[in-house]
């Protein structure tokens, strides 16, 4: 069967996949792959398949944003993805967690608009447990190896899924959330939370931090440093390994 916005078939897709905003980072998890091939890219949604660990999964990009991602989200599991593992980036609440850290997501404040239109304003947006289990003990097996920097740490917390990148009018309330005790900010891990428990799959989350969120913190915003580049890498791999196990014990 065909998906009619990500131009994939259902026949190609495994069990597993790993998604990301960027199509160009798609491309680059896909290089980690042995057998990879490209199925699909249509619009802002770009499909890999390939092997890790003798495991098959697919990395998928979805673009910014929840609605874009709930698109890529639901098709995806209609074309039989069952665990899903997002690989994003964030803006950190605390100087705990500066540039070039690593934090996985276990539930995200559901600050979007999407996730409104599909379930009523008190139900969480929760990880699963088993896969955000399998994210935390690849980064930090991962990370135990490398030098322990400041940039280098790793976190357990809640996210806030946002829609806006850039101040309006209207305060951001970044502080309310930082004083709640959430960790980091970024744009789609609610709408994966969400429609992965509506649709019955499994979701995790693990994001690079790319620079500070809270205005008291903020400096100006540059991504493409060799800290966040070297976060991004670690997520990556943490990412795939985690896929990798939980494809194991499902198999076992």
Known sequence: MLMPILQIHSEDMPAYAIVCGDP??????????????????????????????????????????????????????????????????????????????????????RTDGLTRQLVPDGFPAVADLGVTQALIEATREHTSG?????????????????????TGVEEIPHRKYKQAGALAAEMEIAA???????????????VAIDGFADSDLAAEYDPHTNAVADAVEREIEAALRALAALARQDQA
């Open 24 to 109: 160009a980072r798609a491309e680059k998890i896909s290089r980690k792959l042995e057998q990879a091939r490209e199925l699909a890219f249509s619009r802002e949604y770009r499909t890999f398949v390939g092997l890790y660990e003798g495991v098959q999964m697919a990395v998928v990009s979805h673009g910014v944003g929840s609605p874009g991602a709930a698109v890529c989200f639901e098709e995806l599991i209609r074309a039989g993805v069952t665990t899903l593992i997002r690989v994003g980036t964030a803006g950190s609440y605390t100087a705990d967690y500066p540039a070039g850290s690593v934090i996985v997501s276990t539930a995200a404040v």
């Open 192 to 206: 994966l939370y969400i429609v992965s428990t509506l649709r019955g799959a499994r979701a995790g989350a693990i």
């Open 146 to 166: 490398a030098k322990a920097t400041s940039a280098g740490k790793v976190g357990v917390g809640i996210t806030v899924t946002l829609d806006a990148f850039f």
